[in-house]
């Protein structure tokens, strides 16, 4: 079973980007369906984007479409999330994580994923 860890978080300022990386081990990316999820101080997880195994198709929420950019480095097994013009209304804990089945749009719906990463603080200042 695959193994994921976030990297990358960190405090910026508003206006600024941020990379958040989510390396891969046990087995490779290419077999997961893998989502970027958020989660601020009281409010629920929520999808951010996520692509799917098979096709390469990519979803994204609404609040960070042109801003968020999700990628995959096969070679390294890694997936990124490129995050730029970041807000504050960004801050939250990112997660990384994965499933086997091809998902659609419902990888962006946390409950249809299965293995999940620690997660890595991005903090975004005014």
């Known amino acids: 079973q695959v193994q994921l860890v976030e990297s990358g978080g960190g405090l910026v300022q508003a206006g600024d980007s941020l990379t958040l990386s989510c390396t891969a081990s046990?087995?490779?990316?290419?077999?997961?369906?893998i989502g970027w999820f958020r989660q601020a101080p009281g409010k629920e997880r929520e999808g951010v984007s996520c692509i799917n195994r098979s096709n390469g198709i990519t979803y994204y929420t609404d609040s960070v479409k042109g801003r968020f950019t999700i990628s995959k480095n096969s070679a390294k097994n890694t997936v990124y999330l490129q995050m730029s013009s970041l807000k504050p209304e960004d801050t939250a804990v990112y997660y990384c994580?994965?499933?086997?089945?091809?998902?659609?749009?419902?990888?962006?719906?946390?409950?249809?994923?299965?293995?999940w990463g620690q997660g890595t603080l991005v903090t975004v200042s005014s």
């Open positions: 994580a994965a499933d086997s089945f091809d998902l659609g749009s419902s990888c962006l719906e946390a409950k249809y994923l299965e293995i």
């Open positions: 046990g087995s490779q990316l290419d077999f997961y369906t």
